[in-house]
């Protein structure tokens, strides 16, 4: 049998969009620009984690942190053009999940 080789695109995207939490943050992000505590609060996750998460996923350029100076300072969390990108694969999976689950 041949041996094939697991592409290593694919590898690194399952790798990212597979920890947990990471691809219901993007959910969350896909209709607008969200405030820290508003993607904390629509998820059963610690303020750590979710710190955590969105700095990996503003290092791989799906997500931009955008500081405003006000007092108190505002921050908000937006998908990049790269981070939209994921919409059809996030729609598809949840079309999926409702179908088979």
Partial sequence: MKETLLCP???KAMELLGKRWT?????QLIDGAKRFNE?????PISGR??????KEL???GLVERTVFSE???RVEYNLTDKG????DVIDGIESWSKEWF
């Fill in 58 to 60: 503003e290092k791989e």
């Fill in 84 to 87: 939209y990108a994921l919409k």
């Fill in 49 to 54: 984690l979710l710190s955590e998460r969105l």
């Fill in 71 to 73: 007092v108190p300072v």
């Fill in 9 to 11: 695109r694919l590898a």
């Fill in 39 to 43: 993607i904390e609060s629509s998820l």
């Fill in 23 to 27: 691809a219901l943050i993007i959910f």
